[in-house]
């Protein structure tokens, strides 16, 4: 079994950085394929970016909304996968999770194809 824990959510002002760590247990993140998605009051949760598997090749996607502003990577070390978010505005609040899976079935922006979830970090940026 996969637990997904998150960290690093917080405040910040229109202009700042936020860096979410996803610390993964029961598996290596090498071995998984692992995502970020947002939720904000009120909307659909929506994809963020995502890394696949090493094996194949550590591809990494982003939204177009974060494109240039946000980078996803991983620590084989720490078996964390991290999101380093800059350049922060209010659009960018919402809770950030952390989803995983050993096999993806579909395309990395479903929410749908991702089994395991974290319980989500909080990213909150002031006007």
């Known amino acids: 079994q996969v637990q997904l824990v998150e960290s690093g959510g917080g405040v910040v002002q229109t202009g700042g950085s936020l860096r979410l760590s996803c610390a993964a247990s029961g598996r290596t993140v090498l071995s998984l394929d692992v995502a970020w998605f947002r939720q904000a009051p009120g909307k659909d949760r929506e994809f963020v970016s995502a890394?696949?598997?090493?094996?194949?090749?550590?591809?990494?996607n982003y939204a177009d909304s974060v494109k240039g502003r946000f980078a996803v990577s991983r620590d084989n070390i720490r078996n964390t996968v991290s999101l380093q978010m800059n350049s922060l505005g209010p659009e960018d609040t919402a809770v950030y999770y952390c989803a995983a899976t050993a096999r993806l079935r579909g395309e990395h922006d479903v929410a749908g194809n991702y089994g395991y979830w974290g319980q989500g970090a909080q990213v909150t940026v002031s006007p």
């Open positions: 890394v696949n598997q090493y094996g194949i090749g550590s591809v990494k």
